[in-house]
């Protein structure tokens, strides 16, 4: 009885929108054009990468210590300045910028991590457990925030054609987009769904409740959680030696 009184509401409400539309199906928030999503979050998750780069012990960075992070603030800067409150529709140069930021910043974590691995394999890093541990973190933490940054820059063409509507295929499948009544009509990914995306495809080394849909989505994954492993399985195992 439950489940015919459920079927008749979503059958009255998708009526009501029908007439509201004139007859048409109103397509979900995602296909079409929409405004702009906020700013603050991407903005936030890239000054905590930035910060977490300046915690970073000084053999493990690419360049003499503060270079790459003030370069990537000063790339920020710009992005933000161009669009202060929401992420519009941007010309050439600023969504090459915005790669650029991302790719500096993907480019220091690597290196860091790799350093990371090749000083635990040849015993020239992780003398103390807590700091090894804190490091390991560092660039685990900052790991997350990266892959979220390329997911959220790369899907459907960025924040800018997602936003306009341009690409009817989706790289990255949520949930909302399988089951449109179990979200409002105007609800689109943000860069927070690509963090989460990020934090449990790392923590748990496999998709979640987002799937990838696209080859260069799978790849992407793939590489985050291989990174995401080594990390934790080197840094934990080096640390408890270090207690034993």
């Given at each position: 009885?439950?489940?015919?009184?459920?079927?008749?509401?979503?059958?009255?409400?998708?009526?009501?929108?029908?007439?509201?539309s004139g007859?048409?199906?109103?397509?979900?928030?995602w296909?079409?054009?929409?405004?702009?999503?906020?700013?603050?979050?991407?903005?936030?998750?890239?000054?905590?990468a930035?910060?977490l780069?300046?915690?970073?012990?000084?053999?493990?960075?690419?360049?003499?210590?503060?270079?790459?992070?003030?370069?990537?603030?000063?790339?920020?800067?710009?992005?933000?300045?161009?669009?202060?409150?929401?992420?519009?529709?941007?010309?050439?140069?600023?969504?090459?910028?915005?790669?650029?930021?991302?790719?500096?910043?993907?480019l220091?974590?690597?290196?860091?991590?790799?350093?990371?691995v090749?000083?635990?394999?040849?015993?020239?890093?992780?003398?103390?457990?807590a700091?090894?541990?804190?490091?390991g973190g560092?660039?685990?933490?900052?790991?997350?925030?990266?892959?979220?940054?390329w997911?959220?820059?790369?899907?459907?063409?960025?924040?800018?054609?997602?936003?306009?509507?341009?690409?009817?295929?989706?790289?990255?499948?949520?949930?909302?987009?399988?089951?449109?009544?179990?979200?409002?009509?105007?609800?689109?990914?943000?860069?927070?769904?690509y963090?989460?995306?990020?934090?449990?495809?790392?923590?748990?080394?496999s998709?979640?409740?987002?799937?990838?849909?696209?080859?260069?989505?799978?790849m992407?994954?793939?590489?985050?959680?291989?990174?995401?492993?080594?990390?934790v399985v080197?840094?934990?195992?080096?640390?408890v030696?270090?207690?034993?």
């Amino acid at each position: 009885m439950d489940d015919i009184s459920s079927d008749t509401e979503s059958r009255l409400v998708r009526i009501e929108r029908l007439l509201e539309s004139g007859g048409r199906e109103v397509a979900p928030a995602w296909r079409r054009v929409t405004h702009g999503e906020p700013r603050w979050a991407v903005t936030a998750a890239i000054l905590v990468a930035v910060a977490l780069q300046l915690k970073l012990p000084e053999p493990l960075t690419l360049l003499p210590f503060g270079v790459l992070p003030g370069l990537e603030v000063v790339l920020l800067t710009g992005l933000v300045a161009a669009n202060p409150r929401r992420v519009e529709p941007r010309n050439k140069r600023l969504r090459s910028l915005g790669l650029a930021l991302i790719g500096l910043i993907s480019l220091a974590n690597g290196w860091a991590a790799a350093q990371l691995v090749r000083g635990l394999v040849h015993g020239t890093e992780g003398s103390g457990a807590a700091k090894l541990l804190l490091t390991g973190g560092n660039i685990w933490l900052t790991n997350v925030i990266v892959f979220a940054l390329w997911y959220w820059e790369l899907d459907r063409g960025g924040p800018a054609n997602r936003m306009m509507g341009h690409r009817q295929f989706a790289d990255f499948l949520f949930v909302q987009m399988q089951s449109p009544g179990s979200a409002p009509p105007d609800w689109e990914p943000a860069f927070l769904d690509y963090l989460y995306l990020s934090f449990t495809n790392s923590a748990a080394f496999s998709p979640t409740d987002v799937m990838p849909l696209s080859r260069w989505a799978k790849m992407l994954m793939m590489l985050q959680s291989t990174v995401s492993l080594m990390t934790v399985v080197l840094v934990v195992a080096r640390a408890v030696n270090i207690l034993d």
